[in-house]
Antibody, heavy 120, light 106 residues
Framework: EVQLVESGGGLGQPGGSLRLSCAASGFTFSSYEMTWVRQAPGKGLEWISYISTSTTTVYYADSVKGRFTISRDNAKNSLFLQMTSLRVEDTAVYYC?????????????WGQGTTVTVSS | IQLTQSPSSLSASAGDRVTITCRASQGIGSSLAWYQQKPGKAPNLLMFGASILQSGVPSRFSGSGSGTDFTLTISSLQPEDFATYYCQQLNSYPRTFGPGTRVEIK
């Protein structure tokens, strides 16, 4: 079964750090580009980051640029999001998603999400 | 690239035909996807390439458009279709989403 499972969410302090993980299974992780998408409570979806298969190319939304770092470990079938300088507005459910080139780069496989709450 | 959706919400009855519009701030060809999201769940891909139905998605869903104007149509609304629908542009980074359209039961 193709699956993505996020972990690492929880309570973070403003100005603090958290590291999210996404464990992939059921497919050849190293062959797929990956993304992170978040959703603040009661709000819409926000694309926040992308990483290529070989990690040579990464992109970020302006809202997280310079504070968040996306990375991956293909040997461990894992995707990561290092979050620093946390802000209250980073409070959201964070989803990892697989980019499918066969679907014109849409995201067909999503994790269940992990909740990040930033509060003092 | 900014995306707008209209309406932001709508109330409809089962069996109704529903049309949701997504407009891009600049031309994106056919690089548009549509997702359905139900409360507490991850989004589900419905359509990509503006009009290509994802495998397993009922044929009552259809998409059209290119350039800057796109539509998602549900030909006969079913109880399981009450959800929020998002468009996403796949033409350039950042891969922006539209603000969503909530489809509610009338």
């Amino acid at each position: 079964e193709v699956q993505l499972v996020e972990s690492g969410g929880g309570l973070g302090q403003p100005g603090g750090s958290l590291r999210l993980s996404c464990a992939a299974s059921g497919f050849t992780f190293s062959s797929y580009e990956m993304t992170w998408v978040r959703q603040a409570p009661g709000k819409g979806l926000e694309w926040i980051s992308y990483i290529s298969t070989s990690t040579t190319t990464v992109y970020y939304a302006d809202s997280v640029k310079g504070r968040f770092t996306i990375s991956r470990d293909n040997a461990k079938n894992s995707l990561f999001l290092q979050m620093t300088s946390l802000r209250v507005e980073d409070t959201a459910v964070y989803y990892c998603a697989r980019v499918d080139n066969s679907y014109y780069f849409a995201m067909e496989v999503w994790g269940q999400g992990t909740t990040v709450t930033v509060s003092s | 690239i900014q995306l707008t959706q209209s309406p932001s919400s709508l109330s409809a009855s089962a069996g109704d035909r529903v049309t949701i519009t997504c407009r891009a701030s600049q031309g994106i060809g056919s690089s548009l996807a549509w997702y359905q999201q139900k409360p507490g769940k991850a989004p589900n891909l419905l359509m990509f390439g503006a009009s290509i139905l994802q495998s397993g998605v009922p044929s009552r869903f259809s998409g059209s458009g290119s350039g800057t104007d796109f539509t998602l149509t549900i030909s006969s609304l079913q109880p399981e279709d009450f959800a929020t629908y998002y468009c996403q542009q796949l033409n350039s980074y950042p891969r922006t989403f539209g603000p969503g359209t909530r489809v509610e039961i009338k």
